[in-house]
């Protein structure tokens, strides 16, 4: 029995061993973008500080972003048309995000990417796309869960990759209490 599990588990994951070369730049890619939910759920968390940090070292410092959030018109914030507090691309980011969270009364947040594809677009940039599940915690117990379609596009930089542009679309939410 154990083996006829082990042969099945091994079938059902093979897919995810494709990125499981460390020298693959997809395999890179994917553990880069993960740095997104990382400083999102530290602003998420109150400390603004540490995520604009996380971000700082994820986005490129003129990166633009898009974020349709599903009521009203889209966000978007690219090079010196982007009216939002902050002095950067990415303070101008976290700014959004915690003004979302503070309307909300979240706070705590635990944001995660699935189904993470990566289109190679040159040797030095590649499209990322993903699932994004959220989990949006608020006094008092409420919990809402967002889910949302993301878009990123990279470039190979002297620093590494980093994000160039970003778009969010949420798909959907629910709130429990």
């Not at 890619?29 to 400083?39: A, D, L, Q």
């Not at 990322?128 to 915690?137: D, E, L, S």
């Amino acid at each position: 029995m154990r083996r006829v599990l082990t042969l099945m588990a091994t079938i059902v994951f093979w897919p995810s061993l494709a990125l499981s070369d460390p020298g693959d730049p997809g395999f890179a890619i994917m553990n880069h973008v993960s740095c997104y939910p990382r400083g999102l759920d530290a602003i998420g968390g109150g400390d603004d500080a540490a995520g604009i940090a996380i971000w700082n070292s994820c986005f490129a410092p003129d990166y633009g972003f898009k974020l349709e959030l599903g009521w009203g018109a889209p966000t978007e914030c690219r090079g010196d048309a982007c009216r939002l507090p902050g002095d950067t691309a990415i303070e101008k980011r976290a700014a959004f995000a915690r003004s979302i969270y503070d309307r909300a009364g979240f706070t705590r947040t635990h944001h995660s990417l699935a189904n993470d594809s990566v289109a190679m677009t040159k040797d030095t940039a590649a499209d990322v796309t993903a699932h994004v599940p959220a989990v949006h915690f608020a006094e008092g117990g409420a919990v809402t869960t967002g889910y949302g379609l993301w878009s990123v596009s990279l470039e190979m930089t002297d620093q590494g990759w980093r994000i160039t542009d970003e778009t969010l679309q949420i798909i959907g939410s629910q709130q429990t209490d």
